[in-house]
């Protein structure tokens, strides 16, 4: 049996290889006759300056955007696995400003709505992309905040084992379907 909607989020600092894993778990999903949808990382296109320079206005707008995204895709379909979640998001924020009070009930209720996270941890300096700080200090900064919000509010997520990279696919598709997200099915392909 499978649960009617599942949220899955790929969470970790820059550079870490979530998108290619939301897209490699979208695919196998796929091949099984999963209806599925990837909600890509939104600060990529945020207006205002991200990375070090960003600020509260900068966050605001990724988090919002995140939460309008994710609501779009689940009210079309089942499974829904995106780049990012809105507590990771939150990290570079507060790495930038400290907590922001208004926004803690919203970054607390709306991360108790994943069905899964998985932390995908930092195994090598980030590689420019135009876009993303390139800064292997910045990133180690958010990696750890990250794994200090998760702690602290007791928040689980799959983490994945920084020696096993080949392996992350296939740990995170038998957690997908041992957790009863998607039919117990041969695959197609």
Partial sequence: MTRSTCKIAFIGSHGVGKTTLCYGLAARLKTRDVAVEVVHEV????????????????????????????????????????????????????????????????????????????????????????????????????????RRELTDRGIGALQLDPGRRSSWLDVVEREVFARGFGPIQLPLL
Wanted: glycine letters at 2%.
């Fill in 43 to 146: 600060a990529r296109r945020c207006p205002l300056p991200i990375n070090e320079e960003t600020s509260v206005a900068a966050q605001s707008w990724i988090l919002h955007a995140q939460i309008a995204e994710e609501l779009v895709a689940l009210a079309r379909y089942p499974t829904v696995i995106c780049d990012r979640s809105i507590l990771d998001n939150y990290v570079y924020l507060l790495l930038a400003a400290g907590r922001q009070e208004p926004l803690e009930p919203l970054v607390q209720a709306w991360t108790a709505g994943y069905d899964l996270l998985v932390h995908v941890p930092v195994i090598e300096q980030p590689s420019p992309d135009g876009i993303r700080s390139a800064d292997p200090a910045f990133q180690l900064a958010v990696e750890d905040r990250l």
